[in-house]
């Protein structure tokens, strides 16, 4: 089975930078995704990472290291708008077609 | 591309009765539909996969005669729950994979049974 572990709140100020890491146990790895989602939203899509190293999207990097089964999301420059769930999510068969599993989320928190 | 617009946003129903909960591809063919739950400050907990054509494959723990899932065209899978009680009070919403590496979501349904 597959089993996601990230911490459950995270706090931090205006113009931050911030780290949520995530670290991972599956029977097969597809690759790592990243998911935002707003009190009483849908999900939305990140970030996507299939080998080791960072992805950058404009203020939103994601790592992954294969080796440790561990990512994370890196958002820089907080805006309060980017207060929300952040989702760490693996697909269960190859080139994601499968079902998606999800961490337990982390709660953003962004201050003035 | 890739949108699903899923209805209804909310719904309020006594209890015994029963919800239907739509979700419709608008740009593309589905031929996967997978059907989430989430309770407050609580991830999203897969309920169920469905497939154009042939039954949904229920993860273990969801009651399936519970939970009717149809998937009859390529563009429209339905959940229903039946039988509602104040326990089934909860965000469900609906996934299918993207054009690229991400899923994309409908825009979910908070279900009130009271």
């Known amino acids: 089975g597959q089993s996601l572990e990230q911490p459950s709140e995270v706090t931090a100020v205006e113009g931050a930078i911030v780290q949520i890491n995530c670290t991972y146990q599956?029977?097969?790895?597809?690759?790592l995704s990243w998911y935002q989602q707003h009190d009483g939203g849908a999900p939305t899509f990140l970030s996507y990472n299939a080998l080791d190293g960072l992805e950058e999207t404009g203020r939103f990097s994601s790592f992954l290291s294969r080796s440790d089964s561990y990512g994370y999301l890196l958002l820089q420059e907080l805006q309060m708008k980017d207060s929300a769930s952040y989702f760490c999510?693996?697909?269960?068969?190859?080139?994601?077609?499968?079902?998606?599993?999800f961490g337990q989320g982390t709660e953003l928190s962004v201050k003035p | 591309g890739a949108v699903v617009s899923q209805h209804p946003s909310w719904v309020i129903c006594k209890s015994g009765t029963s919800v239907k909960i739509e979700c419709r591809s608008l740009d593309f063919q589905a031929t996967t539909m997978f059907w989430y739950r989430q309770f407050p400050k609580q991830s999203l907990m897969l309920m169920a996969t469905?497939?154009?054509?042939?039954?949904?494959?229920?993860e273990q723990g969801v009651e399936k005669d519970k939970f009717l899932i149809n998937h009859a065209s390529l563009t429209l899978s339905t959940l229903t729950v039946t039988s509602a009680h104040p326990e089934d009070s909860s965000f469900y919403i609906c996934s299918t994979k993207g054009v690229d590496y991400g899923y994309t979501f409908g825009s979910g349904t908070r279900l009130t049974v009271v």
């Open positions: 999510a693996v697909p269960s068969i190859y080139n994601q077609g499968g079902k998606l599993i």
């Open positions: 599956t029977s097969g790895f597809y690759g």
């Open positions: 469905s497939n154009e054509g042939s039954k949904a494959t229920y």
